[in-house]
Each structure stands twice: as structure tokens, then as C-alpha cells.
């Protein structure tokens, strides 16, 4: 026998209960509902008040997160009026640093988070792949709306933010990026898939936890586990065969494993590795502008040689390839690498793992940093960039040597660990110990400073993935690239550095408000839609026809510039998504996803 709550599905009744106590009057007296709820029929404003009400009222960042979490699943329209409305409040509440606490903790909370019979995404087991048609059918099943996903985020939570291996509970981490992509770049919320695949965890904290809801077992080896994650990829492309997939917070050796191999056979990429690398690229290429030494004069010091730390040093050697006109080996010769052994060099006596051995340096002799503070001394860096998510890691020692090492040009220094209690370093350590001419940006959001003898306020760079990544996936879920290039990638950067206002130059900030990030994103956008149709890689003619009549008059034939025309901008803010505006636009455009063949 049925439920209740089934016949509800792909009815003006569930449109209705979408709609709440703004339902109109016409509505209630249809669905018989005279006398059982309210009243009053506010509009979409007086709901929005009061949901912000709600929130701000909890007095934990941990019960506004579970708050968010089910308004969510109960009005994903309101949901999002709240968010881009209070979108600095917000934004730290649904994914970094909130969602590493909530991630700490998902199974216990986990059934307090979405109403019952919600499906949040897909829980995906190592048996579930032996019938992952199955299991992608059951998906299409449980959802309300007759159309397929457009993006997924995917992990296995083997290296959650900087929190190590949380198994099934980095399932956090998809459904906050896919709340991003549709806050901050236009994409449908209906048409995004969060996936995490519970192939077991070595943490035995959650192997011993009673109330661990994922598979209690170890991890399995190399080989079954890229043959199951085989499986997954070719079910969900062969199913919805325009699926952007992103890979997320993967081990490091299995993030460049998928996606060395499944690059170019599949829509995809990863955010750690290429996400990071090109918005930190952005921010760097603003630092550059205003560090006072010639870009060529750059020398890098990475803290950290992870999937990340390495993600952002390609791209860094890419600017220096692109717009210096540095050969490969020149521009590789500006960085040096340190990990939890060291400097990295070829002949330090350990074996290095695969994606290490191009970071080794071979011009060391005899010489062996085994600290951060010998090899800052060894490498006299311009630049120093943490990605090790050892909290402290550049500490006041560090950051004034940094500032002794530079007296004529002004230090570049990023420490990029997330969450907070994994960054290298404060805002307000780095401006005290380099006298404020720190060039900053953070992974994460820290306060202005405001100078104690002057008062004046300074403003720090976030190179926050957030600025990249909702833009990628729209770039790409719009034309739909044959695959994601490096080019492509450096093409956005160049158009974050380009984002920045006049008044965001002026006062040296290295990264556009955050309050203009869906403008951003659309230009970033219409930057990578752009550059996919000058590699020719575009498969949707629409765009190909309309970048290739509407290309910049500026723009210099092989250069890669971040250019894009007002018409192509044009077209890509027309399509972002976003939530509606009063009653009657939301009950139009949900009746018209619901049955389109009646409108």
C-alpha cells in the first residue's frame, strides 16, 4: 500500500506545501486545506524574515547548520532567497568552517538533518556497485522532478578539508558544493547530485563509533578500489551522458589517479587539484601587480605537497609559461616544495611518491632544509604558500623573517588550510609581523584588522575555492567541452584577476567582494565558454556560433586572456538559475517543470 506522502509526488500538492504560508487562497481551497493551517498568506519576504529569525536565533554554528540543512529539503526556494540575501552570514554556515564540524559529527545528526524519505543524494557501497544501474534507478525514482542531474560533486571522504578520513561522513562536503554552485553560479539545485561512495574508512574513531552509519570495514586496496570506482563513473555517464562530474576530497593518490584517467574520457574535474590551483592563480596574479619585485624575480616556497598544494603550483607554472614567456624548466626552477619530511629534493634519501618526484629539486648539492624555517633561509622566498593543514605552521618567527627577507617588495603569503584550525597562520599574525604590507589571501574567512595606531581597517584576500568552481561547473554545464583544459582553467584565472573593481584595486584587495560573487561567476563563465570555443572543444553549436560571432575586439590570437564579449556575459546571466521572486513566478515555473507539456 502506498503512502500518503507518494500520491503527493508530481502534484499541484507538493508545489502547494512548497509554497507554505504563502500559498494563495485559490490553491488552499482546491487542495481542501480551509482551516488547517494559517490564515494569513504572506509573501516570499515575510517568510524569509522569519526563517532568518529562526536562525539567528540558534546560538550554536552547529544548530544553524542542522536549521539550513532542513530548510533545505523543506523549501529549496526559500532556502536560497535566504542564502544570496545574507550570503557573507551564510556562506560559513553551509560549507567552510561549519561543515567541517558538521562533517565531524554526520551520523549522529544525520536523521535530524533532512525530513523523512528525503533523499539527500546517493550513499554508494562497494556491493552497491556490483548493481549500480539499480542504484541510479532507485535515485531517478525517489525524485519529485522528471529531469536528470546536470552536475555531481563526488568523494569517498577519504581527506575531508584538512580533517583526515571521515568515511560516509563527508557526504557534507558534496551537498555543501552543490548549494554553492546553485548560490553562487545560477545552477539548478533540482538538477545536482551528491555522491559519496562508502567504500569503508581506516579511521578507527568511526570504525569503533556505534552510531557510524557507513560501512564498518577498512578501506580496500588500489585495485578494487579504482575498479569500483570504475563502475560508478561509466553507470552515471552512460546514464546522464552530459553529467559534469566533479571529484571531491579524495586521497591524494587517488584524486590524481580518476583524474589522470578519466580526464579526457569523461566530463570532469577536480576542484582540490585544479579548483584550488586556478583561484589561487587569480589571487596571485593581483599580488604580482602590486608586490613591488618583477614577477620573474619570484621565488615560491610551498608548505604542504598534496593534492592541493600541487594542483596550485601547476597553475602557478602555468602563468609564469603563458604570461612571462618562461620555457617549463625556467618557471618549475622558481618553486621549492616542503612536506611533513622537509624540502623536498631528489636525493633526500626517501622514496617519494609519484606526484612528488617533479616537485624534487635537483640543484640542493649537499643541502637538506628538514624545517620550514631552514628552508626559508636556504630559498629566501618572495612567496610563501601553506597548504599543510598544520595549524600555526607559519608562525610569528616565520612571518617577520618573511618581512626581513623582503624589504623592498612586500611578501606574498598565503596560508590556504581549511578549515580555520588548520591554517598556517592569522590575518592579524601576518599584517603585526610584516607591519601591514602583507599580500594575503586565506582558505578561509578571517576578520579585517584594523591597525591599533592608525585605524585604518584592512580587508583579507580569501582564495576561497568558492570563486572558482561555481563558475567552472557553469562554464562547462552550459557548452560542454569535449574536456576541461588546462588553458581553460588558466582563462578563468586571468578573468578573477580581471573581476576586481576599481575600487577593489585601489584598495589592494586581491580578490572581488564576495557579495558580487554570482557577477563574478557569470563572467568567469562566459571567460571559460569563451576559451572551450578557441580550442574548439565546444559540443553545444549555440555557443560556438554565438562566442565565435562576438569575440572580443581586443582579444590577441594564442594568447590566453580571460576575455569574453557582453553578448556571450549576456547569454550566461540569462541562464543562471535563481530562486523566484514571489508566489505566482514560483508556482509557474514549478507547474512548468512538472508537466511542461502543459504549458
Not at 580518476?258 to 584550488?276: A, H, M, V
Not at 611518491?353 to 628552508?375: F, M, W, Y
Request: net charge negative; proline share 6%.
Amino acid at each position: 500500500m502506498s503512502e500518503a506522502g507518494d500520491s503527493r509526488r508530481n502534484s499541484i500538492e507538493l508545489i502547494g506545501a512548497k509554497a507554505g504560508t504563502a500559498m494563495p487562497a485559490e490553491m488552499r481551497q482546491a487542495l481542501h486545506l480551509r482551516g488547517l493551517i494559517p490564515t494569513s498568506i504572506e509573501n516570499f519576504s515575510k517568510q524569509e524574515l522569519r526563517a532568518y529569525q529562526q536562525l539567528m536565533s540558534k546560538s550554536t554554528n552547529l544548530e544553524k547548520y542542522q536549521f539550513l540543512a532542513t530548510l533545505r529539503c523543506l523549501n529549496v526556494n526559500l532556502f536560497f532567497r535566504l542564502l544570496l540575501n545574507h550570503f557573507r552570514d551564510i556562506v560559513p554556515l553551509i560549507y567552510t568552517p561549519t561543515v567541517g564540524e558538521a562533517c565531524l559529527s554526520y551520523s549522529h545528526i544525520y536523521p535530524f538533518l533532512y525530513p523523512f524519505r528525503t533523499s539527500v543524494g546517493l550513499f554508494i557501497t562497494l556491493d552497491d556497485t556490483d548493481c549500480i544501474d539499480s542504484v541510479i534507478e532507485n535515485y531517478r525514482r525517489s525524485m519529485p522532478d522528471p529531469i536528470d542531474p546536470e552536475i555531481t560533486v563526488i568523494t569517498d571522504g577519504s581527506r575531508i578539508l584538512g580533517l583526515g578520513d571521515l568515511g560516509i561522513n563527508g557526504m557534507g562536503i558534496p551537498i555543501g558544493k552543490l548549494q554553492l554552485y546553485s548560490a553562487a553560479a545560477g545552477l539548478n539545485p533540482g538538477r545536482t547530485l551528491p555522491i559519496v561512495l562508502d567504500f569503508g574508512t581506516n579511521n578507527e574513531r568511526y570504525l569503533n563509533d556505534p552510531l557510524y552509519l557507513g560501512t564498518r570495514e577498512h578501506r580496500p586496496d588500489d585495485k578494487r578500489f579504482y575498479e569500483a570506482a570504475g563502475r560508478v563513473i561509466s553507470a552515471l555517464h552512460y546514464a546522464f551522458p552530459g553529467l559534469l562530474i566533479q571529484f571531491e576530497d579524495f586521497s591524494t593518490e587517488h584524486a590524481f589517479g580518476l583524474l589522470d584517467y578519466w580526464r579526457k574520457r569523461t566530463l570532469c574535474f577536480n576542484d582540490d587539484i585544479q579548483g584550488t590551483g586556478c583561484v589561487i592563480l587569480g589571487g596571485f596574479i593581483s599580488a604580482i601587480e602590486l608586490a613591488g619585485i618583477p614577477p620573474r624575480d619570484q621565488r615560491i616556497l610551498f608548505v604542504g605537497a598534496g593534492s592541493a598544494g600541487v594542483g596550485v603550483a601547476k597553475q602557478l607554472v602555468d602563468y609564469f609559461i603563458h604570461e612571462q614567456k618562461l620555457s617549463e624548466p625556467d618557471a618549475q626552477a622558481m618553486f621549492w616544495f616542503v612536506d611533513s619530511h622537509g624540502l623536498i629534493t631528489n636525493n633526500r634519501g626517501d622514496t617519494l611518491p609519484h606526484h612528488k618526484v617533479d616537485l624534487a629539486r635537483h640543484d640542493n648539492g649537499s643541502t637538506q632544509c628538514a624545517t620550514i624555517e631552514e628552508a626559508l633561509e636556504y630559498v629566501k622566498p618572495t612567496a610563501l604558500i601553506g597548504l599543510s593543514t598544520v595549524h600555526g605552521a607559519f608562525s610569528e618567527r616565520i612571518l617577520t623573517r618573511m618581512h626581513e627577507l623582503n624589504p623592498q617588495a612586500r611578501p606574498i603569503i598565503f596560508p590556504l588550510s581549511n578549515p580555520e584550525t588548520k591554517a598556517e597562520c592569522s590575518f592579524e599574525d601576518a599584517m603585526r609581523c610584516t607591519n601591514n604590507r602583507v599580500l594575503f589571501a586565506s582558505g578561509t574567512a578571517f576578520p579585517e584588522y584594523t591597525d591599533p595606531e592608525t585605524c585604518q581597517v584592512y580587508v583579507p584576500g580569501q582564495g576561497n575555492n568558492m570563486y572558482a568552481f561555481p563558475a567552472i561547473g557553469l562554464g562547462a554545464v552550459l557548452c560542454k567541452p569535449s574536456w576541461i583544459t588546462d588553458t581553460m582553467l588558466f582563462a578563468v584565472s586571468k578573468a578573477l584577476a580581471n573581476s576586481r573593481s576599481p575600487d577593489e584595486k585601489a584598495a589592494g584587495e586581491l580578490y572581488p567582494r564576495i557579495e558580487r560573487i554570482r557577477d563574478v561567476s557569470a563572467e568567469l563563465a562566459a571567460a571559460f565558454v569563451t576559451q572551450a570555443v578557441r580550442e574548439n572543444l565546444v559540443k553545444e553549436k549555440h555557443w560556438l556560433d554565438v562566442v565565435s560571432a562576438n569575440m572580443p575586439e581586443n582579444m590577441v590570437p594564442g594568447h590566453i586572456d580571460g576575455l569574453f564579449s557582453r553578448r556571450v556575459l549576456g547569454e550566461v546571466k540569462t541562464l543562471m538559475w535563481k530562486p523566484a521572486a514571489s508566489v505566482e513566478q514560483y508556482i509557474v515555473e514549478a507547474i512548468t517543470t512538472i508537466n511542461p507539456d502543459d504549458t
